[in-house]
């Protein structure tokens, strides 16, 4: 959808490593999001990012941070993961400020942390 | 704050059977409105959306109708598919961010 491809798709790592997960969109959408999904938690907001070099947190930004140095990119960065952040990891674009503008999903990235 | 609650399900529903996941929102001013559907092992994807009061969004046969005096945007089908399975999250839209309802997981059997 929006032309949005995460990667890895799947990640297995071990408590204590770094781990960066990456966004890449084609639609020069100006806003790009790092949702994460757990049963009972619908989705949460991790940082999310109005331009180039420009972020903001969301609700869950404790033990993640986030660069985007060019529009089409948006990394994530778990610094030293830790088991409570086993998740499914989605990235998300909108275009502009718009209210009526939806965002685009990406098909997610399922990050184990053993 | 702004929020959203959507039924908690799972829903299970036989085929040709009347869907309703309701879905009422809190929000300051009058926010966009949408739904999202969610297939297993695949991301969300826009179902339909509603940008005022009054608006009926409407895609796939499924429907929702902005109601300001309710605070409402209740999602309905007249008759769900095998295929309609999934999970559905109900949102509401400012400038720059979504809020979420938490989810409700619908299951259509034969």
């Known amino acids: 959808d929006a032309g949005i491809t995460q990667s890895p798709r799947h990640k297995v790592t071990e408590t204590g490593t770094p781990v960066t997960l990456r966004c890449h969109q084609t639609?020069?959408?100006?806003?790009m999001y790092w949702y994460r999904q757990d049963p009972g938690h619908g989705l949460r907001l991790i940082h999310y990012s109005y331009g180039v070099k420009d972020t903001d947190k969301g609700e869950v930004s404790d033990g993640y941070s986030v660069s985007r140095s060019k529009t089409e990119d948006f990394l994530l960065t778990l610094e030293s993961a830790t088991s409570s952040q086993t998740s499914v990891y989605f990235c998300?674009?909108?275009?502009?400020?718009?209210?009526?503008?939806?965002?685009?999903f990406g098909d997610g990235t399922r990050l184990s942390i053993l | 704050g702004n929020s959203v609650t959507q039924m908690e399900g799972p829903v299970t529903l036989s085929e040709e059977a009347f869907l309703t996941i309701n879905c009422t929102y809190t929000a300051t001013g009058y926010p966009s409105l949408f739904w999202y559907v969610q297939y297993p092992g695949e991301g969300l994807q826009l179902l339909l959306k509603a940008t005022k009061a009054d608006d009926k969004g409407s895609n796939k046969g499924f429907e929702a109708t902005y109601r300001k005096e309710t605070t409402s945007f209740h999602l309905e089908k007249g008759s769900v598919q095998v295929s309609d399975s999934a999970v559905y999250f109900c949102a509401q839209g400012g400038s720059e961010k979504l809020v979420f309802g938490k989810g409700t997981k619908l299951t259509v059997n034969p």
């Open positions: 998300a674009t909108k275009g502009g400020s718009d209210s009526n503008q939806p965002q685009h």
């Open positions: 639609e020069n959408h100006r806003y």
